[in-house]
């Protein structure tokens, strides 16, 4: 039935797809757009891998969103015959592509992919340093440790259960190929732990895995001695297992947040080339290679890489990636435009003045402010916590063997194996790690993520919460246009719509769609000053729109961003441009300010200063106009006083302060995207769900705390028995894994719990 309807509807051409796929979303590029990628030197930079017959390549594709997009990707090959394979790692957005450098170039690829919508982003950062690769010693470590914990298990079995006497002979094998087995998990497993120990130690503390690796010691010396002495098994397992199960936890705790990166500085964001212009033609030159007085030729939607001098053309330069500033800002033939902001228009032609190292926005990440120089001193409450358990660890243990030294020998060493084996903090941190695995693992499916897992802790003690407004309050994609003035009609609005859409100017466009007319006036002529607005003469009625100067002959400045329009020199009215606060925020702002400290801090004027007064509170710091060191300051300040301050903004102006606070979370429209360095990355649409998110991490502490009571309990009760003698170690090292377990269950049920009862799962 299914195909006989397909067939009457003529709709059986839809599967030729499989035959030519993305041929439908073709879209042309610029000429020369990849032409850089000729270049020999910026072409090794990027390829992994090359021989006679294929090379190897990875592109970041930041469009890729569904699975539609990996199975296109996935099948370039029927795009170009000489591409021999692509690979898609969908969570990185990236596209591993493999093809014939002898039939097809490194450039033809590039364009190739943005042919079907899939433009490949190539920063100056890929340049300069190559990708790290994945780290998979934890992997290795965890492998090695999970293999020989269950296989001594298995040859420990028929020592549990009792072996016949006519099997003795095979007592002794088990009993060696165990510790065969345990010398990888000591040896190279266990390394992990023996790293952490050694370097809080170098720094003047124990944290909590020195502890750790004490248990595993004494355990695997107490286990040898044993099977050398031909007086018992050991507890190899007992050892392998403690290894095993911290390994499993850090694992899953480092899988969260692998994918993202939360180190970026200005490199990130550049091109990596740009085309220059000599007296005789044009060239691609690398970023490094651009020197003073190069005339640099930029092209719409392109990133100025350097500060220069506007030659040719007439720039309208987007800043609100570096100031903050919404709207756009005109510059005309001489002036100075800055790198960082992003031409949106037609080409132009810019006289370098100073070199990529030396530009504005370079100095403003180079500066000693804007290093990561939070507080180190201040260490985990788990640590915290540790340095105290170890050595209560260690006092009993040695008040053990004193006493039983004097008392009854014989029982000295079980006493304190027992003491250190049911000591042993894997309780303690098992269900710190765990936790907080889960607690990323929730965040990280409501598109918080976060650096680490210390930042969770530190989200919890936060008071006080300073946001930026463009792009993070509002969205940076949209702005609301709102009419005030005389009544337009449907005929007039035509006519006003025909002349705004023969600007490029954003606020142009967006008055013509505010409009929506279908209908065109005829228009006869027009004239367009850059920077003040444009006038002309459609259905024989001279309209202008523009700045209040430019409209009205008036000098007068507002605080708000809008055009003018009169009819035959006749003012009828304005047209607006307010910001588009994103969905939910005033409730959002609402429930924040019951219990935080806000501030405000924009790049733009301060035309929207009474709704966010209204929004925020009278005793809300609302600040306009502010530069990116300002913000910085505004963060230091407020630390000063005490303060643990949350900094949450969205553009490269805001990295200063979000690297300063406390705590930096970075919004983005996709998790994806380039982000400024920050502790954190939340997806712009789940910024309503903010208080939900910080509340989750507060019931985080208070689960380990809780844990922690419940391990502590479970010690004092385990080692009160094993002081006395009364517990052997071989009845130690099976409550050992049982507590550790039992403990796992509640805090991965209570986290759960938590995060269900407020709907965040």
Not at 454 to 465: G, K, L, P, S
């Amino acid at each position: 039935m299914v195909c006989e309807i397909i067939n009457q509807n003529g709709l059986c051409d839809y599967y030729a797809i499989s035959k030519n796929p993305g041929s439908s979303q073709k879209i042309s590029i610029r000429k020369d757009k990849f032409s850089f990628l000729d270049d020999d030197k910026i072409r090794r930079s990027l390829i992994s891998f090359t021989d006679e017959t294929q090379t190897h390549v990875t592109f970041y594709l930041p469009q890729m969103h569904c699975s539609s997009c990996l199975w296109l990707l996935e099948n370039l090959h029927r795009l170009n015959e000489h591409i021999i394979s692509s690979k898609v790692n969908f969570p990185r957005k990236e596209a591993s592509v493999i093809f014939d450098e002898n039939k097809v170039s490194l450039r033809q690829v590039a364009e190739l992919l943005t042919n079907v919508g899939y433009e490949p982003y190539i920063s100056f950062n890929d340049l300069e340093q190559a990708k790290p690769k994945l780290n998979k010693s934890k992997i290795y470590k965890l492998g090695v440790a999970g293999f020989c914990f269950a296989n001594i298990m298995l040859l420990s079995f028929p020592e549990y259960l009792g072996i016949d006497v006519k099997e003795q002979n095979l007592v002794m094998l088990f009993r060696y190929l165990n510790l065969l087995l345990s010398l990888p998990v000591v040896l190279f497993a266990a390394s992990e732990f023996y790293n952490s120990a050694w370097k809080s130690l170098k720094h003047g503390f124990l944290n909590i895995d020195a502890p750790i690796v004490l248990a595993v010691w004494v355990t695997f010396g107490r286990s040898l001695y044993e099977v050398l002495s031909n007086t018992g098994g050991g507890y190899f397992d007992s050892m392998s297992g403690i290894v095993f199960f911290m390994l499993v936890g850090r694992v899953l705790q480092d899988k969260t947040y692998e994918q993202l990166s939360f180190e970026r500085d200005y490199k990130s964001y550049f091109p990596i080339a740009v085309t220059r212009k000599n007296r005789e033609d044009e060239n691609t030159v690398q970023l490094p290679d651009i020197k003073l007085n190069d005339t640099l030729l930029i092209h719409n939607q392109e990133i100025l890489p350097a500060d220069g001098i506007l030659t040719r053309g007439s720039a309208l330069i987007d800043y609100s990636f570096v100031t903050g500033e919404s709207v756009p800002v005109q510059k005309e033939m001489g002036e100075i435009v800055y790198a960082g902001g992003k031409q949106i228009g037609s080409n132009i032609e810019i006289l370098v003045i100073k070199e990529v190292a030396q530009s504005y926005l370079t100095k403003l990440w180079n500066r000693d402010e804007l290093k990561d120089n939070k507080k180190t001193s201040e260490k985990s409450f788990v640590h915290l916590m540790s340095r105290y358990f170890t050595w209560m660890v260690f006092s009993v243990a040695a008040v053990t063997a004193l006493f039983w030294a004097f008392t009854d020998p014989s029982k000295m060493w079980n006493s304190v194996t027992a003491v250190m084996i049911i000591a042993c903090p894997c309780a303690l941190l098992l269900s710190n790690t765990f936790t907080n695995g889960n607690i990323l693992r929730i965040l990280s499916s409501n598109k918080l993520y976060l650096r680490n897992a210390q930042a969770i802790e530190d989200i919890a003690n936060v008071d006080h919460i300073v946001f930026d407004k463009t792009g993070t309050l509002t969205s940076g994609q949209y702005q609301d246009v709102e009419y005030t003035g005389l009544f337009i009609t449907e005929k007039l609005a035509g006519k006003i719509a025909t002349l705004a859409r023969q600007s490029t100017h954003p606020m142009s466009k967006a008055i013509a769609e505010y409009l929506q007319v279908k209908g065109n006036g005829k228009l006869t002529g027009f004239s367009e000053i850059p920077g003040k607005g444009i006038e002309g003469i459609v259905d024989g009625d001279l309209i202008s729109l523009g700045s209040k100067k430019f409209v009205f002959g008036s000098d007068d400045r507002d605080e708000i961003s809008a055009v003018y329009v009169s009819v035959e020199e006749k003012g009828i009215g304005r047209f607006r441009f307010k910001n588009h606060y994103r969905n939910n925020i005033p409730e959002l702002v609402k429930n924040l300010r019951k219990k935080y400290e806000l501030s405000v801090l924009s790049g733009d004027n301060a035309g929207e200063r009474n709704y966010l007064k209204s929004l925020l509170g009278t005793n809300a710091n609302i600040l306009f106009q502010q530069k990116p060191e300002d913000k910085l300051d505004i963060v230091k300040q407020l630390q000063t006083k005490g303060k643990k301050v949350m900094m949450i903004g969205d553009g490269l102006n805001d990295a200063g302060a979000l690297k300063q606070a406390d705590v930096g979370i970075a919004v983005t429209e996709n998790s994806n995207n380039f982000t400024p360095a920050s502790d954190g990355i939340l997806e712009a649409s789940q910024l309503p769900h903010l208080q939900k998110l910080i509340m989750l991490c507060k019931i985080n502490k208070r689960i380990v705390l809780a844990s922690f009571v419940i391990s502590i309990i479970y010690n004092l009760i385990g080692i009160s028995f094993a002081v006395q003698g009364n517990l052997s170690p071989m009845i130690a090292a099976i409550l050992m894994p049982l507590s550790s377990l039992s403990i796992l269950l509640i805090t991965f049920g209570a986290s759960n719990l938590a995060a269900t009862r407020m709907k965040l799962k």
